[in-house]
């Protein structure tokens, strides 16, 4: 064989076999988490695991759509995952446990179901118990406390005729021998408030107007805005911009709910499909925050709505429920 | 204007180390766009194998190497080297008496290019899919290269790219409207050849691998650019030539597999058009849902607007001459296909008028792609994170209005030229040009 054969056959061999396995190699060594919308898959991997203290990198890409990555019950801002792009994350966790992770654009139906762990292990540093480790949901939630059957119907039977104003209630609850503790507020909704002041000479309207003000004086501006953030962030998609059960998600549930497999029932569970218009005040005046917590850190069990209480704090919960009321009460003109 | 009266390309074009360069840079190209369909992002505008298959290749293609060289993309293509070294059992060295392999002749039936008519609409047909879809364009790229190699072991010469390959048909009947042609010097001196070393081989190199005798080459239709009759010919008769635009047109083609090859060429750009460019969100679906009602409905129009509507629009005008054949055919095959002639500048030139919006629209991935082509976060050039932004927008609509017009006056033209040839009006076929650059301005613009 001439030389000139024999280098040419060489170069070719070379070259293709470095085209090949060059990039190969460094593609086996780069472990990307890939998302892609939940009916295609989710995150992929879905459990990542840690040790305590030790720093995670992160390498997030999309094979799709936008998608959003945060980590529940963390101090972290969202970072966008990008079609055929690389976000680069750093996380450190300083408590053992399972944390959610979870993503945070609307990227399509079943958006709330990309959702994966990172189970942390190790021995912790930090003086909170190992178990349990994450936040402070892990107590006891209010609603089992108070016994609450979270699926039942709570509808009140008397509704107001024009929505009650915190303003007014604030100057006709002055002299009232009404509990305004945190625990009551939680405890009790507006409607059993408006139901223990039928003793006293107000007006209907005006028994709503105090239950108005008993809601404004247990939250505050900032806890108002915080659960305004987290509702546009995380419910807005279905539960609507305003509250109404009519986000952008909303019709196609209720045209995906025969064949959904959310259903238990097919058909006849359709309406579990539709999500929750929180301007009726004939179900949220009948609903004590207590509830809504349930409902909120729990899930719907069957319907779209997703269980919140792996990636909301504790305060994060309330400061959402008391946005929630917003849609039925006017807070305007009450000064903390 | 022979170019190879110049020295410097003439050695470049006999010695075959220049061509062989640019063969592995090709080849590693190719195979890279494979890997990265199968393994990169399945992303496709971020993926390297989409980007610079559908978009970069594409563009070079269809607004360079198309009207200004040809066949000249098939001189440096990678597809049929595998195949072609392991037919002649080696890269440089001439051949042997003896073949290596089966080296059957192509069945005589299929000595044409009714395959590639058929291979060009299987892949337009799932295009949507394909050109959207990493890991779908590097099977197709990879079964190409496959199918290169195995028809190299079962026939003769390069049997894939002249009777199989998806875009050889288009590109080789385009190619007549190149200003650019190889073709012997004098006629006598082939004629008095002995062994005619550029059909057969000889010691210096390998008989025409696509078939020709160069001896008898009056069109680019059908040669490859290989070059390697340069290196074979004993008398140094074979030149590149320089010409006008377009010159093998005046000889028609009578063949109707070519004929077709306009059709669907000329419906395929309209149709592209009309699902990848227009506003309408049910084409579109039908398009990208391979296998369902609608797609199998889109299909249907697909190949009716083709193999039917197109082609009898052509007809029935052709019937209404005012001027029939001195026969009295009127709509003779002879006539049907020469003035089909007339469709490929108008063809070419709604490929270039579409490929320009689509390209222009899409070229800023190209930056990405090149410095992460693989999707894993590289950033190799500093480009990686360019934003996307269609380029050019201002002169778009105008180039496409100019390449359509001009198509159109270039398809009179040669519309008149057949006509001549068959004796028949040319008017008909140029009222059906006008109205099919029309409905193209109402899709692009």
Same mark, same amino acid.
């Given at each position: 064989?001439?030389?000139?054969?024999?280098?040419?056959?060489?170069?070719?061999?070379?070259?293709?076999?470095?085209?090949?396995?060059?990039?190969?190699?460094?593609?086996?060594?780069?472990?990307?988490?890939?998302?892609?919308?939940?009916?295609?898959?989710?995150?992929?991997?879905?459990?990542?695991?840690?040790?305590?203290?030790?720093?995670?990198?992160?390498?997030?890409?999309?094979?799709?759509?936008?998608?959003?990555?945060?980590?529940?019950?963390?101090?972290?801002?969202?970072?966008?995952?990008?079609?055929?792009?690389?976000?680069?994350?750093?996380?450190?966790?300083?408590?053992?446990?399972?944390?959610?992770?979870?993503?945070?654009?609307?990227?399509?139906?079943? $958006?709330?179901?990309?959702?994966?762990?990172?189970?942390?292990?190790?021995?912790?540093?930090?003086?909170?118990?190992?178990?349990?480790?994450?936040?402070?949901?892990?107590?006891?939630?209010?609603?089992?406390?108070?016994?609450?059957?979270?699926?039942?119907?709570?509808?009140?039977?008397?509704?107001?005729?024009?929505?009650?104003?915190?303003?007014?209630?604030?100057?006709?609850?002055?002299?009232?021998?009404?509990?305004?503790?945190?625990?009551?507020?939680?405890?009790?909704?507006?409607?059993?408030?408006?139901?223990?002041?039928?003793?006293?000479?107000?007006?209907? *309207?005006?028994?709503?107007?105090?239950?108005?003000?008993?809601?404004?004086?247990?939250?505050?501006?900032?806890?108002?805005?915080?659960?305004?953030?987290?509702?546009?962030?995380?419910?807005?998609?279905? $539960?609507?911009?305003?509250?109404?059960?009519?986000?952008?998600?909303?019709?196609?549930?209720?045209?995906?709910?025969?064949?959904?497999?959310?259903?238990?029932?097919?058909?006849?569970?359709?309406?579990?499909?539709?999500?929750?218009?929180?301007?009726?005040?004939?179900?949220?005046?009948?609903?004590?925050?207590?509830?809504?917590?349930?409902?909120?850190?729990?899930?719907?069990?069957?319907?779209?709505?997703?269980?919140?209480?792996?990636?909301?704090?504790?305060?994060?919960?309330?400061?959402?429920?008391?946005?929630?009321?917003?849609?039925?009460?006017?807070?305007?003109?009450?000064?903390? | 204007?022979?170019?190879?009266?110049?020295?410097?390309?003439?050695?470049?074009?006999?010695?075959?180390?220049?061509?062989?360069?640019?063969?592995?840079?090709?080849?590693?190209?190719?195979?890279?766009?494979?890997?990265?369909?199968?393994?990169?992002?399945?992303?496709?505008? $971020?993926?390297?194998?989409?980007?610079?298959?559908?978009?970069?290749?594409?563009?070079?293609?269809?607004?360079?190497?198309?009207?200004?060289?040809?066949?000249?993309?098939?001189?440096?293509?990678?597809?049929?080297?595998?195949?072609?070294?392991?037919?002649?059992?080696?890269?440089?060295?001439?051949?042997?008496?003896?073949?290596?392999?089966?080296?059957?002749?192509?069945?005589?039936?299929?000595?044409?290019?009714?395959?590639?008519?058929?291979?060009?609409?299987?892949?337009?047909?799932?295009?949507?899919?394909?050109?959207?879809?990493?890991?779908?364009?590097?099977?197709?790229?990879?079964?190409?290269?496959?199918?290169?190699?195995?028809?190299?072991?079962?026939?003769?010469?390069?049997?894939?790219?002249?009777?199989?390959?998806?875009?050889?048909?288009?590109?080789?009947?385009? *190619?007549?409207?190149?200003?650019?042609?190889?073709?012997?010097?004098?006629?006598?001196?082939?004629?008095?050849?002995?062994?005619?070393?550029?059909?057969?081989?000889?010691?210096?190199?390998?008989?025409?691998?696509?078939?020709?005798?160069?001896?008898?080459?009056?069109?680019?239709?059908?040669?490859?650019?290989?070059?390697?009759?340069?290196?074979?010919?004993? $008398?140094?008769?074979?030149?590149?030539?320089?010409?006008?635009?377009?010159?093998?047109?005046?000889?028609?083609?009578?063949?109707?597999?070519?004929?077709?090859?306009?059709?669907?060429?000329?419906?395929?750009?309209?149709?592209?058009?009309?699902?990848?460019?227009?506003?309408?969100?049910?084409?579109?679906?039908?398009?990208?849902?391979?296998?369902?009602?609608?797609?199998?409905?889109?299909?249907?129009?697909?190949?009716?607007?083709?193999?039917?509507?197109?082609?009898?629009?052509? *007809?029935?005008?052709?019937?209404? *001459?005012?001027?029939?054949?001195?026969?009295?055919?009127?709509?003779?095959?002879?006539?049907?296909?020469?003035?089909?002639?007339?469709?490929?500048?108008?063809?070419?030139?709604?490929?270039?008028?579409?490929?320009?919006?689509?390209?222009?629209?899409?070229?800023?991935?190209?930056?990405?792609?090149?410095?992460?082509?693989?999707?894993?976060?590289?950033?190799?050039?500093?480009?990686?994170?360019?934003?996307?932004?269609?380029?050019?927008?201002?002169?778009?609509?105008?180039?496409?209005?100019?390449?359509?017009?001009?198509?159109?006056?270039?398809?009179?033209?040669?519309?008149?030229?057949?006509?001549?040839?068959?004796?028949?009006?040319?008017?008909?076929?140029?009222?059906?040009?006008?109205?099919?650059?029309?409905?193209?301005?109402?899709?692009?613009?």
């Amino acid at each position: 064989m001439k030389r000139s054969e024999l280098l040419s056959r060489i170069l070719i061999t070379v070259a293709v076999l470095a085209t090949v396995g060059t990039p190969l190699f460094i593609w086996a060594r780069t472990p990307l988490i890939h998302a892609k919308i939940a009916e295609d898959g989710g995150w992929n991997p879905d459990i990542i695991k840690v040790n305590v203290g030790e720093p995670l990198h992160l390498k997030l890409t999309s094979d799709d759509v936008v998608h959003g990555f945060a980590v529940g019950q963390m101090d972290m801002q969202s970072v966008d995952v990008l079609p055929g792009k690389v976000t680069d994350i750093t996380l450190t966790f300083d408590r053992p446990g399972i944390y959610t992770f979870f993503c945070t654009r609307w990227c399509g139906l079943n $958006h709330w179901r990309m959702r994966g762990t990172i189970e942390v292990t190790g021995a912790s540093d930090s003086p909170i118990p190992a178990e349990p480790a994450l936040g402070e949901v892990e107590r006891v939630p209010m609603y089992v406390t108070l016994g609450l059957d979270i699926d039942a119907p709570h509808e009140a039977p008397v509704i107001p005729s024009s929505q009650p104003s915190a303003s007014s209630g604030r100057k006709l609850a002055a002299n009232l021998p009404i509990d305004r503790s945190t625990d009551y507020y939680r405890a009790n909704s507006p409607y059993q408030v408006f139901g223990e002041l039928s003793n006293t000479s107000m007006t209907d *309207s005006q028994r709503w107007d105090v239950a108005a003000y008993l809601w404004q004086s247990n939250t505050t501006a900032e806890s108002l805005a915080n659960g305004q953030q987290l509702y546009a962030q995380n419910c807005a998609a279905c $539960h609507g911009e305003n509250g109404a059960g009519d986000g952008v998600f909303a019709d196609d549930l209720a045209a995906a709910g025969e064949s959904s497999t959310q259903t238990m029932t097919g058909a006849d569970n359709m309406t579990m499909q539709t999500p929750v218009d929180f301007t009726d005040p004939t179900r949220m005046l009948g609903a004590s925050p207590a509830l809504l917590q349930g409902k909120i850190l729990r899930g719907g069990m069957g319907t779209g709505m997703p269980m919140w209480g792996s990636i909301f704090t504790e305060e994060q919960i309330w400061d959402l429920i008391a946005y929630l009321y917003s849609f039925q009460f006017n807070y305007q003109g009450v000064t903390q | 204007m022979e170019l190879t009266r110049n020295p410097f390309i003439k050695n470049a074009l006999k010695s075959r180390y220049p061509q062989l360069a640019v063969f592995i840079v090709m080849l590693v190209g190719y195979v890279f766009a494979i890997l990265a369909g199968l393994i990169g992002t399945p992303v496709g505008s $971020h993926n390297f194998s989409i980007v610079f298959v559908w978009i970069a290749w594409w563009a070079i293609l269809i607004l360079v190497a198309v009207p200004f060289f040809g066949r000249g993309w098939c001189a440096v293509c990678p597809i049929p080297l595998p195949g072609e070294w392991l037919q002649r059992g080696a890269v440089l060295t001439p051949p042997d008496k003896k073949p290596k392999w089966l080296n059957l002749r192509w069945p005589k039936a299929l000595r044409n290019i009714w395959l590639q008519n058929i291979s060009f609409l299987l892949l337009a047909l799932f295009s949507s899919v394909l050109l959207t879809t990493p890991n779908i364009t590097a099977i197709v790229l990879a079964a190409m290269l496959f199918a290169a190699i195995g028809l190299s072991t079962i026939f003769e010469r390069r049997s894939f790219c002249r009777y199989l390959c998806p875009v050889g048909g288009f590109i080789g009947l385009y *190619s007549q409207t190149a200003p650019i042609e190889l073709r012997i010097k004098e006629k006598q001196v082939c004629v008095t050849c002995d062994g005619k070393p550029c059909y057969n081989g000889s010691a210096n190199g390998y008989g025409c691998p696509w078939d020709v005798f160069p001896g008898g080459l009056t069109k680019n239709t059908y040669c490859g650019l290989c070059m390697e009759c340069i290196r074979t010919c004993p $008398h140094d008769n074979i030149a590149i030539n320089l010409r006008p635009f377009s010159a093998d047109l005046s000889k028609p083609s009578t063949r109707m597999d070519e004929a077709f090859k306009a059709f669907i060429m000329f419906g395929s750009a309209m149709i592209y058009a009309g699902v990848l460019l227009g506003p309408w969100g049910a084409l579109k679906d039908a398009a990208y849902n391979v296998g369902t009602s609608a797609w199998f409905m889109y299909v249907i129009i697909f190949l009716g607007m083709i193999f039917i509507i197109l082609p009898g629009l052509f *007809s029935f005008s052709l019937s209404l *001459s005012p001027n029939p054949s001195p026969a009295g055919r009127g709509v003779g095959v002879r006539v049907f296909a020469s003035l089909a002639t007339a469709l490929l500048p108008l063809g070419l030139m709604f490929w270039v008028a579409f490929s320009l919006s689509f390209v222009l629209t899409n070229a800023t991935y190209i930056f990405v792609s090149l410095s992460d082509p693989l999707g894993l976060g590289w950033n190799l050039f500093g480009t990686a994170n360019t934003a996307w932004q269609p380029m050019l927008t201002s002169i778009l609509a105008p180039a496409q209005t100019l390449a359509l017009v001009g198509g159109l006056i270039w398809s009179a033209r040669t519309a008149q030229k057949a006509a001549g040839e068959v004796k028949v009006s040319s008017i008909p076929v140029i009222i059906y040009c006008f109205i099919a650059t029309l409905a193209m301005l109402w899709l692009l613009l």
